[in-house]
């Protein structure tokens, strides 16, 4: 069974101050995807990244990164220079399969506080 | 840019009544999810839908729940006999269909609150 652990529930931080959000997966799948996605204050889940499981490469796009590690099961998302409007609720999921049965499973979510 | 729409964004709903809740995905869009989100918890997985039937379905989506897309835009949820504990935020999701799963889109979420 698919699973995603977010240990880290709630961070502060001060404005342009760099955050990185933890996030670990467990999973019996040699394919897999894993997907970052935000739930700002007033309620919508907005996708942010999504990364193969065959593909390690690192990225940045914009203030975003990610940091991929088969080895230790861990997907890292880091927001550089945060900005007040950063504040939301940030959940990793997991996604095992293709096709329609590619339901995602998400973790508790880290909310994320970023103060001016 | 094309968007998830559900509605109504809140439903107030006595126990025992039954509740359908709306969504219109993304036109070219073939795969459909509902998840549900209780008040301050994770985004739970509920059922996913293809080619006018369902694809997968978790252990909260019990007989007491059902979807169905009457028409070639919307795709509904129903809940027949709503319990207290069914108050939550109720997610549409759409995706396209590829080999390289895209991410799913999701709608802003129906409030359900039952009284």
């Known amino acids: 069974a698919q699973k995603v652990t977010q240990a880290q529930t709630e961070i502060s931080v001060v404005e342009k101050e760099d955050v990185t959000l933890d996030c670990v997966y467990e999973?019996?799948?040699?394919?897999?995807?894993l997907f970052w996605y935000k739930q700002p204050p007033s309620g919508e889940l907005v996708f942010l990244i999504r990364?193969?499981?065959?593909?390690?490469q690192n990225e940045i796009s914009g203030r975003y990164s990610w940091n991929f590690q088969k080895s230790t099961s861990s997907f890292n998302f880091t927001i550089t220079a945060s900005q007040v409007v950063d504040s939301a609720v940030y959940f990793c999921?997991?996604?095992?399969?293709?096709?329609?049965?590619?339901?995602?499973?998400f973790g508790k979510g880290i909310t994320l506080s970023v103060r001016p | 840019e094309p968007e998830v729409t559900q509605t109504p964004s809140h439903q107030v709903t006595q126990m025992g009544q039954e509740v359908i809740l709306r969504c219109v995905p993304i036109?070219?869009?073939?795969?459909f999810y509902w998840y549900r989100q209780i008040l301050g918890q994770k985004v739970e997985f509920l059922v996913s839908?293809?080619?006018?039937?369902?694809?997968?379905k978790s252990e909260i989506f019990d007989d007491q729940f059902s979807v169905e897309r009457p028409d070639g835009s919307n795709f509904t949820l129903k809940i027949r006999s709503t319990k207290l504990e069914d108050s939550a935020m109720y997610f549409c999701?759409?995706?396209?269909?590829?080999?390289?799963?895209?991410?799913?889109?999701f709608g802003d979420g129906t409030r359900l609150s039952i009284l």
């Open positions: 036109s070219n869009h073939l795969y």
């Open positions: 990364r193969n499981s065959f593909d390690e």
């Open positions: 999701a759409s995706r396209p269909r590829t080999n390289s799963n895209q991410p799913q889109h």
């Open positions: 999973t019996r799948d040699t394919t897999y995807y």
């Open positions: 839908f293809y080619n006018n039937e369902i694809s997968e």
């Open positions: 999921a997991l996604s095992e399969k293709t096709g329609a049965n590619s339901k995602l499973t």
